[in-house]
């Protein structure tokens, strides 16, 4: 093999060319890392909630003036292939959604891991593997591990790449073994000994094996109950149309054979109306407005509002519309509504757009009011059919996602007190901090003590012991920024039965979109809006947090490039700094009044900061429990913005108060600006 191998030396030129019939050698200089910036690199590398997430040149995978290239992804790739020798690892999948180079990716990530006589598996048939499908398809493969090569819902300038373990989780301890391995590279470019090897592209050890959608549709089919599925055939005989955005991403093509599995038509004779739907590394310029990309996160109201769906359900196309983004694990919803729920839908917290000359509305949702109304509707139908007591249920959010879908814990555990006392169960609720790893880990901790037999306690962010029961099953597990899962009652079994699961331990919008079909098909069928059974349901459960939001403060322009990126990046690392850790020092207070005085003293007169409850490290933010109210602060894991997050019922005042806590941000800025 080696006479046959071909030797490139990259001392200078970004822009090698790599034949694919032979294998390959790369050996990488100390004058290249220095001249192009990989040391910088490497020093700054980590894999966050998204794994390595950052911008790429548009016009060449090569060219080293964005972070995101050819030789970064090839240092990351080497080094994960490392950390599977030492481990003993086998076989990983690839796979990924649409975005520009992500098929050359793969074949660079391919290769380097055949290099390492480690197998590769590709999606079989298709081109596009959703993180859901890398998730499920690992676990029920056997595989050692997986990557996607994905930047979700991020502007389609920014490329990822996004590692799960042998369960499909996002990784915890391997995350930082991977960072160390690339500073340890870093390290022998310095010495002068640092090259890397590929396989031909041809070689036996890359295979195109990857199957996963056959037996997901059926793993699915025992998290959503029947009755939703009945609800929504019978919509669909009934002329129901829902518009589905794609976005040009990975799940019209790992949809339709999901839907159809269901009897759940696609065109003129069924209930799915595909928009988007064609394959584009754009995204159809879904999220591109008036001279700025702000990329196609469907939870963004600059992406919902002007993604046509508005149009299709005025027009009376579509009854009901939803989105999803490129990777398949975020989705959100656009509906309509008569004109006089206007007022009723603005005063429970829904966002409204009055539409002048028009006897309709049209009402859009954010992601925890979709979860809430799936959790209530879910738990009705499991508590009308007795499955509901059968196991302890358990709901999990993450500390920033609206208390709602907590409260309804307690209402369904108050309303049917005696059952759930006559089995020993009830619903339970457990936070974590932002990432669906965490989420991850929870589910891992039930099925290990489950296997003991023990009562399951697991441990909060906050050091606190937290007991699920002693049978416990997942509900759902949900994030405010879009993504969910739920579990099933049932264990799943992988290929050969050698590993078992209660739920997917990555986020899953083709679950969710499921479930909202029939709760959509349960409306079309009884002609009622969305905002009023959202309305309905607040008000017939007694819900307290009503009005949620969230305000991002952007900390530079990402789409920036070369120097001009690294001194506005710079003043954005500061600023953020200094906010995340202004706010965790207030949870190292003497007391609760000593931090709402700091905070006042930092707010000035802008507001009056009310007494403080509760004030905590969340694992990642800072929370504080206003009592009436409660406040979030965190940085993003994939964005270079600051999150706000509030809920309360108040609304004037909560945007008053909140606010004021971005104007702390907007002032920091302004005056590492002035300094710079």
Request: charge should be negative; aromatic fraction near 10%.
């Amino acid at each position: 093999m080696k006479e046959n191998r071909v030797e490139i030396v990259v001392d200078r030129d970004p822009f090698i060319s790599i034949p694919k019939d032979r294998p390959v050698a790369i050996t990488y200089t100390k004058r290249f890392f220095e001249e192009h910036g990989l040391f910088n690199w490497v020093t700054e590398f980590k894999l966050g909630t998204a794994g390595y997430r950052d911008t790429m040149n548009m016009h060449n995978l090569f060219a080293t003036d964005a972070p995101y290239n050819a030789h970064t992804i090839m240092l990351v790739g080497e080094a994960t292939a490392r950390i599977y020798d030492r481990k003993g690892y086998r076989s990983i999948h690839l796979g990924g959604e649409v975005r520009r180079y992500t098929a050359l990716i793969i074949e660079l990530l391919s290769r380097i891991f055949s290099s390492h006589g480690i197998s590769v598996h590709l999606h079989a048939d298709k081109e596009t593997t959703p993180i859901w499908g890398t998730s499920f398809g690992v676990f029920y493969n056997e595989l050692s591990g997986g990557a996607n090569v994905t930047a979700s819902h991020s502007q389609n300038f920014k490329q990822g790449f996004k590692p799960v373990d042998e369960k499909g989780m996002q990784l915890l301890d391997m995350a930082e073994e991977i960072k160390a391995e690339v500073r340890r590279i870093g390290r022998e470019v310095e010495g002068g000994a640092f090259s890397l090897t590929l396989s031909p592209l041809d070689s036996p050890q890359i295979k195109k094996d990857f199957h996963y959608i056959d037996v997901y549709a059926e793993y699915v089919g025992d998290i959503i109950p029947e009755e939703a599925f009945r609800l929504i055939r019978e919509a669909q005989d009934g002329g129901m149309k829902v518009g589905v955005s794609t976005v040009g991403g990975s799940m019209h093509e790992n949809s339709l054979p999901i839907f159809e599995h269901y009897g759940i038509r696609a065109g003129a004779e069924g209930v799915i109306q595909y928009m988007h739907w064609e394959k584009r590394d754009d995204f159809h310029k879904v999220g591109e407005i008036d001279g700025e990309n702000y990329g196609c996160d469907p939870t963004k109201q600059i992406i919902y509002r002007n993604i046509g769906l508005k149009e299709k359900l005025l027009s009376g196309e579509i009854h009901f519309g939803f989105i999803w983004d490129p990777d398949g694990d975020r989705y959100n919803i656009v509906t309509k509504a008569n004109a006089t729920e206007a007022e009723m839908a603005l005063q429970h917290g829904l966002e409204v757009e009055v539409v002048e000359g028009s006897d309709q509305c049209i009402v859009y949702f954010k992601p925890n009011q979709i979860f809430f109304i799936n959790t209530a509707l879910k738990l009705e139908m499991m508590a009308k059919s007795g499955e509901l007591f059968k196991y302890d249920e358990v709901i999990g959010t993450t500390y920033p996602t609206s208390k709602s879908i907590g409260e309804l814990a307690d209402v369904f555990n108050r309303k049917n007190a005696a059952e759930f006392a006559k089995r020993g169960t009830r619903i339970r609720v457990f936070n974590t901090p932002v990432g669906f790893k965490y989420f991850g880990n929870m589910v891992q901790e039930v099925e290990k003590q489950l296997q003991r037999g023990d009562e399951v306690i697991v441990e909060a962010a906050t050091g606190e012991k937290v007991s699920l029961g002693h049978n416990p099953r997942i509900l759902i597990m949900a994030e405010e920024s879009g993504g969910a899962a739920m579990g099933s009652a049932n264990w799943a079994h992988s290929r050969n039965r050698q590993r078992q699961s209660l739920a997917m331990k990555e986020k899953d919008a083709m679950q969710v979109a499921l479930m909202n079909l029939s709760v959509m098909s349960k409306l079309y069928l009884e002609k009622k809006s969305f905002a009023a059974l959202y309305v309905e349901k607040i008000e017939e459960y007694d819900i307290r947090y009503r009005y949620y939001d969230r305000i991002d403060k952007k900390l530079f322009d990402e789409a920036l490039t070369g120097e001009a990126r690294e001194k506005a990046k710079a003043i954005g690392n500061k600023a953020k700094d200094y906010m995340v850790e202004t706010f965790k020092s207030f949870t190292r207070e003497g007391s609760s009044e000593g931090a709402r005085e700091e905070l006042q003293r930092l707010v000035g007169d802008k507001v009056t900061v009310p007494e403080i409850q509760r004030i905590f490290w969340a694992g990642d933010g800072t929370y504080i429990d206003f009592g009436s109210f409660w406040f979030e602060l965190r940085a993003s894991g994939t964005d270079a913005v600051l999150r706000f997050y509030i809920e309360g019922k108040e609304k004037p005042f909560l945007d008053t108060i909140n606010r004021a806590f971005v104007g702390i941000a907007e002032e920091k800025i302004q005056e590492l600006e002035s300094q710079s």
